[in-house]
């Protein structure tokens, strides 16, 4: 089984022309993914990696309907491409984007509420069920089929973890980038409460990183909601306090969001926590 999207999903690539969006798009497709449409405005028509060009999102709804769309439009242009994908009746938006305003990110997931669609991102390397559809920017190589979930605030950091599981013949269900503004679609949680439902998930692992309250909102889920086993990576251990560490969700302010407050929190909950990456696999092991 999987998390959000699946061997079904037909996706649409907007921004598909571009350099970035036509080089993700081959490797979308190499995957496996079920590219059914490209929008690019004013050049619909054309063809990218064998993908049909549309002009807008509703030209290639009505042409192909489409159940997600992975956004590569640049950042200042995101609000209006994420909301004419809404509009359109499109239930799932994967935001690779950075640099998206905080405004223009609080008004596309007010709005995805809104319109009962899921987004994921900004800033997110996007999402993958393993062996069956990858919306995103992860290489290919990494997310085979197994047993293990995976949700992440970082997206090298992920791709290191998964590799390394990967490497020792664990493979994963669903892969899920969080995103790392400070405004994002999904929370530890939402996607926490996804695993425990999936059956195929036998447990599950979560990289955090150093800002914010999410792990510490998502070591209280663990522990009064999930039966499944959790393994845990903080990243930030050396990090000074007011820092901003790569991401814009990763500073720590008033004492908020550091280092040893999410170990406390989710050793607390039960959760393994590893000092290193590479420890990630030999815990996943024990609690499999």
């Not at 899920?176 to 599950?204: K, P, W, Y």
């Not at 086993?229 to 908020?256: C, L, Q």
Request: hydrophobic fraction near 40%; charged fraction near 20%; proline fraction near 5%.
């Amino acid at each position: 089984m999987s998390i959000y999207v699946n061997s079904e999903t037909r996706v649409l690539v907007q921004g598909i022309t571009g350099n970035q969006g036509s080089f993700h798009t081959g490797q979308m497709l190499a995957y496996g993914t079920r590219i059914v449409g490209g929008v690019s405005p004013g050049k619909g028509g054309r063809t990218v990696e064998g993908v049909p060009v549309y002009d807008t999102v509703f030209a290639a709804m009505e042409a192909e309907p489409a159940d997600a769309t992975i956004l590569f439009t640049p950042a200042p242009f995101a609000k209006d491409a994420a909301f004419e994908a809404l509009e359109a009746g499109v239930k799932l938006l994967v935001l690779i984007p950075e640099h998206i305003s905080l405004h223009d990110a609080l008004e596309i997931t007010a709005h995805a509420r809104r319109k009962g669609a899921v987004v994921v991102g900004p800033n997110t390397f996007g999402l993958v069920s393993s062996g069956q559809c990858k919306i995103g920017i992860m290489p290919n190589r990494y997310f085979i089929p197994g047993p293990v979930g995976v949700v992440s605030r970082s997206g090298t950091l992920c791709y290191e973890i998964v590799g390394t599981l990967a490497e020792q013949g664990i493979g994963t269900t669903t892969v899920v980038g969080l995103g790392g503004d400070r405004v994002v679609g999904l929370s530890f949680i939402d996607v926490l409460s996804q695993f425990e439902e999936d059956r195929d998930t036998r447990a599950v692992v979560l990289v955090g990183e150093i800002g914010g309250s999410a792990e510490e909102e998502a070591a209280r889920y663990i522990a009064s909601s999930m039966s499944k086993p959790v393994v845990a990576f903080v990243a930030g251990k050396s990090a000074p306090p007011g820092k901003r560490m790569g991401h814009a969700g990763a500073i720590i302010e008033r004492g908020r969001g550091t280092f040893s407050s999410k170990i406390e929190a989710l050793t607390a909950a039960g959760v393994r926590v590893a000092e290193l990456p590479f420890q990630v696999p030999k815990l996943v092991k024990e609690i499999l």
